[in-house]
C-alpha cells in the first residue's frame, strides 16, 4: 500500500516538474513598440490573455486624470476612506475607515508605491463604487483601443475575468502619454513618504522615466515602461516575469534592443569633394552625406532606407512604401501636411499618426501606398523641404 502511494507521488511530483516550465510560458509576453511612429520593434505573445495586476492602476490613474482634467475632480480634494477600502488586502497604505486624504496623496500613493487601498478610495470617489469604476475602465479600455483587456477590479488584486494583453498594455502606455502628459511625471517620481518607488529600473537607468510593476501569483511579475535616448522614446511591456530581479534584467535588454533598432545606422557614405566651374573661377562644391536609416518592415526584415542626400540604389518593395514628416503640435497640421504630401505625389493614402516626443505628445503626417520611387522623389523635392524648414522627411520601408 505504502509502495503504490510513493509511486503515485513520484508521479504527481514529475507531473508538477513538467508542467510547471509550461505555466511559467504561458503567463510571458513582451513587446517593444516605437512610440514616436507607433511601429512594433519586438513581439512575443503579444495578444495573449494575461492578468495585468498592478499594471491596472495606470487605467485607474488614466480615469482620475480625465476626471480632473472634466473639472469633476480636483488634487486638493479630501476623499473619506470607506469601510470597504480600509478592508482592502495588502499592499497598502493602511488607511482607516472615515479617514480623509486628498486626491494629490492618492495618485501618489498609486503610482510609486502601488497601494491597493488608495486605488479603491480613489474608484470608489469617481464611481460609486469599484464594481462600477471597473465598468468604466473597460470601456476606457475600448475606447482607446484595448479590445481584449476587461477590468473588474481598480488596484489588479485577482479576479478571474481581469485579462488583458501585452498589446493592449501598450497602447494604454501610448494614450496615457499622449492624452496625460502633463501628469505622466507621477510614474516617474521616485518617492512617496520617503519610500521608493516599485519600480527600481528608475533608480538604475536615467534614460527610464516611469511607468508601473505589477505582481500577483497568477500575472507573475509585469512592467510597463517608457525610456528615451537621443530625443526617441519607446515603450516596453513584460508580462509573466519569473521574480522581480529576472524581470528586471529581461527588461534592461528589452530596452537596448528596442534602441538598437530605432538608432540603427550604417557609416555614412560619403561623396569625395569636387569643384566646379562658373564665371567667377573654380568654387568648391559642398560635399553632401545620404542619411541613411534602417527600419524594421512589416516582414520584421531589417532594410536600408534613404531620407536625404545623393541618390543610392534603394530595395524594391512594390507599392507599399511610406513618406513621414514627424513632430507637429497640432493634428490639424499634420493633417494639413498629409494632404500636401498626397498632391505632390498625386496620389497615396494618408496615414495620420501619432506619437511622443520627450513625453509631448506630437502627431506626424504620413502618406502611405507610394513606390520607393515616389517616396524618393517627394523627400528629395526642394520645394518640400523649403516648406517643411528643419523638418526631416522619412521614407518608410514596407
Given at each position: 500500500m505504502?509502495?503504490?502511494l ?7 511530483l ?13 503567463r510571458?509576453a513582451?513587446?517593444?513598440?516605437d ?29 482620475v ?9 480636483n ?6 476612506v470607506?469601510?470597504?477600502a ?32 488608495a ?22 479600455a ?11 477590479t ?6 478571474p ?16 502619454l499622449?492624452?496625460?502628459?502633463d ?9 512617496y ?15 527610464i ?7 500577483t ?6 512592467l ?5 535616448r537621443?530625443n526617441?522614446?519607446?515603450?516596453a ?5 519569473a ?42 562644391k559642398k560635399?553632401?552625406?545620404?542619411v ?9 526584415e ?6 536625404a542626400?545623393p ?8 507599392e507599399n ?15 494639413d501636411?498629409?494632404?500636401?504630401l ?19 505628445p506630437?502627431?506626424h ?8 520611387q515616389t ?7 526642394r520645394?518640400?523641404r523649403?516648406?517643411?524648414g528643419?523638418k ?7
Open positions: 505504502f509502495r503504490r510513493f509511486i503515485g507521488f513520484i508521479g504527481l514529475g507531473l508538477f516538474v513538467l508542467t510547471t516550465p509550461v505555466q511559467a510560458q504561458d510571458y513582451s513587446i517593444i513598440v512610440a514616436d511612429t507607433l511601429d512594433v520593434l519586438h513581439a512575443r505573445q503579444i495578444d495573449e490573455p494575461r492578468f495585468p495586476a498592478s499594471l491596472t492602476k495606470v487605467m485607474t490613474l488614466y480615469l486624470f480625465d476626471e480632473i482634467d472634466a473639472g469633476r475632480l488634487l486638493s480634494d479630501q476623499i473619506t470607506s469601510s470597504i480600509a478592508r482592502t488586502p495588502p499592499v497598502k497604505m493602511g488607511l482607516k475607515a472615515g479617514q480623509k486624504i486628498s486626491v494629490h496623496e492618492l495618485i501618489q500613493a498609486v503610482a510609486v508605491k502601488s497601494y491597493n487601498d486605488a479603491v478610495v480613489l474608484a470608489e470617489r469617481i464611481g460609486g463604487s469599484e464594481a462600477n469604476f471597473a465598468a468604466r475602465m473597460t470601456q476606457k475600448r475606447d482607446i483601443g484595448m479590445m481584449r483587456t476587461t477590468f473588474k481598480a488596484n489588479g488584486l485577482p479576479h475575468e481581469q485579462k488583458t494583453t501585452a498589446r493592449d498594455m501598450a497602447k494604454l502606455a501610448n494614450s496615457m499622449k492624452t496625460h502628459a501628469r505622466y511625471h507621477y510614474f516617474g517620481q521616485k518617492y513618504r520617503g519610500q521608493k518607488n516599485t519600480n527600481a529600473l528608475l533608480f538604475k537607468r536615467a534614460d522615466d516611469g511607468f508601473k510593476t505589477g505582481y501569483r497568477a500575472s507573475g511579475y509585469n510597463m515602461v517608457s525610456a528615451t537621443n526617441r522614446r519607446q515603450i511591456i513584460l508580462l509573466g516575469g521574480s522581480s530581479a529576472t524581470r528586471n534584467e529581461h527588461m534592461n535588454d528589452l530596452i537596448d534592443r528596442g534602441f538598437k533598432i530605432m538608432g540603427q545606422q550604417p557609416p555614412p557614405l560619403v561623396q569625395p569633394a569636387g569643384f566646379t566651374h562658373n564665371q567667377r573661377g573654380f568654387k568648391r560635399t553632401e552625406t545620404p541613411i536609416i534602417k527600419l524594421r518592415g512589416a516582414n520584421s531589417t532594410k536600408t532606407i534613404q531620407t542626400g541618390p543610392i540604389t534603394l530595395p524594391k518593395g512594390g512604401w511610406s513618406v513621414q514628416i514627424k513632430g507637429f503640435e497640432t493634428e490639424a497640421l499634420a493633417r501636411v498629409t494632404h500636401k498626397r498632391r505632390h505625389a498625386k496620389g497615396g493614402q494618408p496615414d495620420l499618426r501619432s506619437g511622443f516626443i520627450s513625453g509631448a506630437v502627431y503626417a504620413r502618406l502611405a501606398g507610394l513606390s520607393a517616396a524618393q522623389e517627394i523627400c528629395a523635392s520645394e518640400l523649403l516648406a517643411l528643419p526631416r522627411c522619412l521614407i518608410i520601408a514596407p
